[in-house]
DNA sequence: CTCAGTGTTCAGTG
DNA sequence: TCACTGAACACTGA
Protein backbone atom coordinates (compact mmCIF):
# COMPACT_ATOMS: atom_id res chain seq x y z
CA UNK A 1 0.00 0.00 0.00
CA UNK A 2 1.56 2.93 1.21
CA UNK A 3 4.41 5.32 -0.61
CA UNK A 4 3.78 8.63 -0.39
CA UNK A 5 0.25 9.13 -2.41
CA UNK A 6 -1.70 6.45 -0.01
CA UNK A 7 -0.21 8.00 3.01
CA UNK A 8 -1.38 11.23 1.71
CA UNK A 9 -4.64 9.70 1.27
CA UNK A 10 -4.74 8.99 4.80
CA UNK A 11 -4.10 11.96 6.06
CA UNK A 12 -6.60 13.26 4.06
CA UNK A 13 -9.56 10.54 5.49
CA UNK A 14 -7.89 11.00 9.00
CA UNK A 15 -8.46 14.95 8.53
CA UNK A 16 -11.74 14.86 6.95
CA UNK A 17 -13.22 12.49 9.47
CA UNK A 18 -11.23 13.46 12.85
CA UNK A 19 -9.96 17.30 12.52
CA UNK A 20 -12.20 19.68 14.98
CA UNK A 21 -13.10 16.54 16.70
CA UNK A 22 -12.98 15.10 20.36
CA UNK A 23 -12.03 11.85 20.80
CA UNK A 24 -14.20 10.20 23.34
CA UNK A 25 -12.99 6.47 23.37
CA UNK A 26 -9.66 4.17 22.10
CA UNK A 27 -9.42 0.60 21.69
CA UNK A 28 -6.46 -0.64 20.92
CA UNK A 29 -5.74 -4.36 19.33
CA UNK A 30 -3.23 -6.70 21.85
CA UNK A 31 -0.31 -6.53 19.50
CA UNK A 32 3.02 -5.12 21.40
CA UNK A 33 4.95 -5.30 17.99
CA UNK A 34 2.62 -2.58 16.09
CA UNK A 35 2.50 -0.74 19.43
CA UNK A 36 6.17 -0.57 19.79
CA UNK A 37 5.45 -1.59 23.97
CA UNK A 38 3.72 1.20 24.45
CA UNK A 39 0.75 -0.84 26.38
CA UNK A 40 -3.21 -0.34 25.46
CA UNK A 41 -3.83 1.00 28.83
CA UNK A 42 -1.54 4.21 28.38
CA UNK A 43 -3.14 4.91 24.86
CA UNK A 44 -6.03 4.87 26.01
CA UNK A 45 -5.11 7.59 28.91
CA UNK A 46 -3.33 9.63 26.22
CA UNK A 47 -5.16 9.98 23.89
CA UNK A 48 -9.21 9.80 25.33
CA UNK A 49 -10.64 12.99 25.56
CA UNK A 50 -8.13 15.03 23.77
CA UNK A 51 -8.74 16.85 20.66
CA UNK A 52 -7.91 16.43 17.27
CA UNK A 53 -6.20 19.33 15.79
CA UNK A 54 -4.92 18.13 12.31
CA UNK A 55 -3.83 15.02 10.52
CA UNK A 56 -0.26 15.67 9.41
CA UNK A 57 2.31 14.02 7.44
CA UNK A 58 6.01 13.83 6.38
CA UNK A 59 7.18 11.27 3.92
CA UNK A 60 5.56 8.47 4.97
CA UNK A 61 4.84 9.46 8.32
CA UNK A 62 1.84 10.14 9.48
CA UNK A 63 0.42 11.79 13.21
CA UNK A 64 -2.57 13.85 14.74
CA UNK A 65 -1.70 17.02 16.05
CA UNK A 66 -3.58 16.78 19.60
CA UNK A 67 -4.12 19.83 21.76
CA UNK A 68 -1.96 18.69 24.09
CA UNK A 69 1.18 16.53 23.16
CA UNK A 70 1.87 13.20 23.03
CA UNK A 71 0.65 13.02 19.44
CA UNK A 72 0.08 9.80 18.03
CA UNK A 73 2.43 8.90 15.20
CA UNK A 74 1.94 6.39 12.36
CA UNK A 75 3.81 4.40 9.77
CA UNK A 76 1.78 2.12 7.39
CA UNK A 77 4.76 -0.50 6.55
CA UNK A 78 3.77 -2.44 3.88
CA UNK A 79 -0.13 -3.12 4.01
CA UNK A 80 -1.02 -0.58 6.39
CA UNK A 81 -3.73 2.11 5.97
CA UNK A 82 -6.30 4.00 7.75
CA UNK A 83 -10.13 3.16 7.32
CA UNK A 84 -13.61 5.22 8.40
CA UNK A 85 -16.65 3.38 8.50
CA UNK A 86 -18.76 4.43 5.29
CA UNK A 87 -15.95 6.34 3.96
CA UNK A 88 -15.69 3.82 0.92
CA UNK A 89 -15.51 7.36 -1.75
CA UNK A 90 -12.34 8.86 0.17
CA UNK A 91 -10.56 4.83 0.30
CA UNK A 92 -9.00 3.10 -2.48
CA UNK A 93 -11.11 1.36 -5.70
CA UNK A 94 -14.05 0.84 -4.53
CA UNK A 95 -16.06 0.54 -7.38
CA UNK A 96 -19.56 -0.07 -6.82
CA UNK A 97 -19.30 -4.15 -6.52
CA UNK A 98 -16.63 -4.45 -4.25
CA UNK A 99 -16.97 -6.11 -0.90
CA UNK A 100 -19.80 -4.75 1.20
CA UNK A 101 -17.67 -2.42 3.53
CA UNK A 102 -16.78 -4.83 6.72
CA UNK A 103 -16.71 -3.07 10.07
CA UNK A 104 -14.83 -3.02 12.12
CA UNK A 105 -12.51 -4.10 9.36
CA UNK A 106 -9.72 -7.00 8.94
CA UNK A 107 -6.58 -6.60 11.10
CA UNK A 108 -7.84 -3.43 12.77
CA UNK A 109 -5.15 -2.17 15.11
CA UNK A 110 -6.41 0.73 16.61
CA UNK A 111 -10.05 2.62 16.57
CA UNK A 112 -10.33 6.01 17.54
CA UNK A 113 -14.47 6.85 18.31
CA UNK A 114 -15.05 10.45 18.13
CA UNK A 115 -17.30 12.85 19.50
CA UNK A 116 -19.86 13.11 16.69
CA UNK A 117 -19.91 9.36 16.36
CA UNK A 118 -17.18 9.24 13.89
CA UNK A 119 -14.57 6.90 13.91
CA UNK A 120 -10.73 6.42 12.43
CA UNK A 121 -8.83 2.89 12.63
CA UNK A 122 -5.84 2.14 11.55
CA UNK A 123 -5.20 -1.97 9.84
CA UNK A 124 -2.17 -3.38 8.93
CA UNK A 125 -2.03 -7.18 7.98
CA UNK A 126 1.51 -7.90 7.93
CA UNK A 127 2.16 -6.04 11.03
CA UNK A 128 5.38 -4.13 9.79
CA UNK A 129 3.69 -0.72 10.54
CA UNK A 130 4.44 0.99 13.99
CA UNK A 131 2.31 3.52 16.24
CA UNK A 132 4.63 5.56 18.58
CA UNK A 133 4.07 8.55 20.90
CA UNK A 134 5.71 11.76 20.58
CA UNK A 135 5.72 14.79 22.10
CA UNK A 136 7.01 16.77 19.70
CA UNK A 137 6.70 14.86 16.13
CA UNK A 138 8.69 17.04 13.39
CA UNK A 139 11.36 17.31 15.87
CA UNK A 140 12.01 14.04 17.33
CA UNK A 141 13.00 10.62 15.25
CA UNK A 142 11.94 9.55 13.24
CA UNK A 143 10.53 12.62 11.57
CA UNK A 144 13.29 14.54 12.24
CA UNK A 145 15.87 12.24 10.04
CA UNK A 146 13.98 12.05 7.12
CA UNK A 147 14.83 14.11 3.94
CA UNK A 148 12.72 16.59 1.96
CA UNK A 149 9.12 16.00 1.18
CA UNK A 150 8.56 16.18 -2.93
CA UNK A 151 5.05 17.06 -2.17
CA UNK A 152 5.49 19.93 0.62
CA UNK A 153 8.94 21.12 -0.01
CA UNK A 154 10.99 19.87 -3.02
CA UNK A 155 14.03 21.65 -3.39
CA UNK A 156 15.24 24.03 -6.14
CA UNK A 157 16.78 22.49 -9.27
CA UNK A 158 20.10 23.53 -8.54
CA UNK A 159 19.82 22.13 -5.03
CA UNK A 160 17.94 19.17 -5.84
CA UNK A 161 21.16 18.56 -8.72
CA UNK A 162 23.55 19.55 -6.07
CA UNK A 163 22.47 17.18 -3.04
CA UNK A 164 21.80 14.04 -5.89
CA UNK A 165 25.79 14.36 -7.86
CA UNK A 166 26.91 14.94 -3.71
CA UNK A 167 26.20 11.02 -3.43
CA UNK A 168 28.11 8.10 -4.73
CA UNK A 169 25.68 5.25 -4.31
CA UNK A 170 23.58 4.17 -7.40
CA UNK A 171 20.27 6.45 -8.11
CA UNK A 172 17.96 4.17 -7.60
CA UNK A 173 18.98 3.18 -3.57
CA UNK A 174 19.22 7.21 -3.43
CA UNK A 175 15.58 7.29 -4.28
CA UNK A 176 14.75 4.95 -1.97
CA UNK A 177 16.67 6.42 0.54
CA UNK A 178 14.31 8.15 3.35
CA UNK A 179 16.91 10.34 4.69
CA UNK A 180 17.18 11.56 0.87
CA UNK A 181 12.95 12.05 -0.47
CA UNK A 182 11.45 11.26 2.20
CA UNK A 183 8.24 9.01 1.18
CA UNK A 184 9.38 7.42 -2.61
CA UNK A 185 9.36 3.89 -2.45
CA UNK A 186 9.90 1.12 -4.60
CA UNK A 187 7.06 1.91 -8.16
CA UNK A 188 7.81 5.52 -7.19
CA UNK A 189 11.65 6.14 -8.02
CA UNK A 190 11.09 3.19 -10.76
CA UNK A 191 8.84 5.62 -12.40
CA UNK A 192 10.85 8.41 -11.88
CA UNK A 193 13.81 6.57 -13.65
CA UNK A 194 11.87 5.19 -16.82
CA UNK A 195 10.29 8.78 -17.25
CA UNK A 196 13.64 10.18 -17.22
CA UNK A 197 15.18 7.83 -18.83
CA UNK A 198 17.88 6.73 -16.12
CA UNK A 199 19.55 3.65 -15.88
CA UNK A 200 18.83 2.84 -12.04
CA UNK A 201 22.40 1.32 -11.75
CA UNK A 202 24.13 5.01 -12.47
CA UNK A 203 25.98 6.17 -9.51
CA UNK A 204 24.65 9.59 -8.40
CA UNK A 205 27.82 11.02 -8.82
CA UNK A 206 28.13 10.52 -12.33
CA UNK A 207 24.63 12.21 -13.35
CA UNK A 208 24.83 15.49 -15.29
CA UNK A 209 23.29 18.52 -14.09
CA UNK A 210 20.95 18.16 -16.83
CA UNK A 211 20.14 14.20 -16.14
CA UNK A 212 19.86 15.36 -11.87
CA UNK A 213 17.23 18.11 -12.98
CA UNK A 214 15.00 15.94 -15.11
CA UNK A 215 14.54 13.37 -12.16
CA UNK A 216 13.65 16.18 -9.93
CA UNK A 217 11.09 17.15 -12.83
CA UNK A 218 9.90 13.81 -13.18
CA UNK A 219 9.56 13.23 -9.49
CA UNK A 220 7.51 16.56 -8.89
CA UNK A 221 5.48 15.61 -11.66
CA UNK A 222 4.68 12.22 -10.93
CA UNK A 223 3.82 12.27 -6.91
CA UNK A 224 1.96 15.97 -7.49
CA UNK A 225 -0.19 13.30 -9.99
CA UNK A 226 -0.48 10.30 -8.11
CA UNK A 227 -1.91 12.33 -5.37
CA UNK A 228 -4.04 14.68 -7.02
CA UNK A 229 -5.80 11.08 -8.10
CA UNK A 230 -6.04 10.32 -4.73
CA UNK A 231 -3.45 7.21 -4.68
CA UNK A 232 -6.02 5.09 -7.43
CA UNK A 233 -3.86 3.71 -9.66
CA UNK A 234 -6.77 3.16 -11.90
CA UNK A 235 -6.46 6.81 -12.91
CA UNK A 236 -2.83 6.82 -13.64
CA UNK A 237 -2.22 7.53 -16.82
CA UNK A 238 -1.80 4.52 -18.79
CA UNK A 239 1.89 5.51 -20.29
CA UNK A 240 3.07 5.26 -16.87
CA UNK A 241 5.24 2.29 -16.39
CA UNK A 242 3.50 1.41 -12.91
CA UNK A 243 0.85 -0.75 -14.95
CA UNK A 244 3.69 -2.88 -16.28
CA UNK A 245 5.96 -3.63 -13.64
CA UNK A 246 4.11 -6.27 -11.76
CA UNK A 247 4.87 -9.94 -11.77
CA UNK A 248 7.94 -10.47 -13.93
CA UNK A 249 7.16 -12.10 -16.88
CA UNK A 250 9.63 -12.21 -19.02
CA UNK A 251 7.76 -10.50 -21.98
CA UNK A 252 6.34 -7.62 -20.11
CA UNK A 253 6.42 -4.61 -22.52
CA UNK A 254 5.83 -0.98 -22.04
CA UNK A 255 2.90 0.55 -23.36
CA UNK A 256 5.47 2.12 -25.71
CA UNK A 257 6.82 -1.49 -26.29
CA UNK A 258 9.95 -1.09 -25.16
CA UNK A 259 10.89 -4.54 -22.96
CA UNK A 260 11.20 -4.24 -19.20
CA UNK A 261 13.47 -6.49 -17.67
CA UNK A 262 13.43 -7.11 -13.63
CA UNK A 263 17.02 -6.57 -11.53
CA UNK A 264 17.23 -6.68 -7.70
CA UNK A 265 18.63 -3.30 -6.93
CA UNK A 266 19.54 -2.31 -3.20
CA UNK A 267 17.36 -5.47 -2.19
CA UNK A 268 14.54 -4.50 -4.02
CA UNK A 269 13.13 -5.40 -7.31
CA UNK A 270 13.34 -3.00 -9.67
CA UNK A 271 11.41 -2.54 -13.07
CA UNK A 272 13.13 -0.42 -15.98
CA UNK A 273 13.43 -0.43 -19.91
CA UNK A 274 17.10 -1.09 -21.02
CA UNK A 275 16.18 0.32 -24.34
CA UNK A 276 15.13 3.84 -23.22
CA UNK A 277 17.37 4.08 -19.99
CA UNK A 278 20.74 5.25 -20.02
C1' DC B 1 4.06 -25.86 -0.35
C1' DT B 2 6.83 -22.06 -2.01
C1' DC B 3 7.91 -17.50 -2.72
C1' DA B 4 7.71 -12.51 -3.56
C1' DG B 5 6.65 -8.28 -1.42
C1' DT B 6 4.12 -0.53 -2.28
C1' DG B 7 9.06 -0.91 4.08
C1' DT B 8 12.67 -0.34 7.64
C1' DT B 9 16.60 -1.58 10.48
C1' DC B 10 20.67 -3.66 11.86
C1' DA B 11 24.92 -6.45 11.69
C1' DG B 12 28.78 -7.41 9.01
C1' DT B 13 32.09 -6.35 5.26
C1' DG B 14 35.06 -3.69 2.36
C1' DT C 1 32.42 7.54 7.36
C1' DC C 2 30.39 5.78 3.34
C1' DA C 3 28.39 2.17 0.49
C1' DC C 4 26.68 -2.21 -0.03
C1' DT C 5 24.71 -6.96 1.13
C1' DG C 6 21.89 -10.01 3.38
C1' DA C 7 18.93 -11.17 6.93
C1' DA C 8 15.26 -10.24 9.88
C1' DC C 9 10.77 -8.64 10.96
C1' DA C 10 5.38 -10.97 10.17
C1' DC C 11 2.09 -12.29 7.29
C1' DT C 12 -0.85 -12.52 3.05
C1' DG C 13 -1.95 -13.95 -1.32
C1' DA C 14 -0.71 -15.74 -5.79
Redesign the pocket.
Known sequence: ???L??VERGRGLAQAVAAGRRIERVWCAD?P?VFDSVGPQRWRRTLEGKRVEAARRW???LWLALDAPPHPLF?????GGFKAPGAAALQLKSGPREDPPAWPP??VKIRIHLDDGGELAMTD????G?ILLRDDPERE??VS?LGFDPLLAMPSPKRFSELVR?????VK??L?D?SFA????????DEVLYQAGIDPRR???SLTDAEARRIRARLAAIVKRAVGAN?D?SRYPRTWLFHR????RGDAKTARGEPIE?V??????TAWAPSVQR
Open positions: MPEPEDIGKQHFGMTRFGRRLRPPKARGSNSLLQAGVGNWIARASADRWGKHTIGGRT
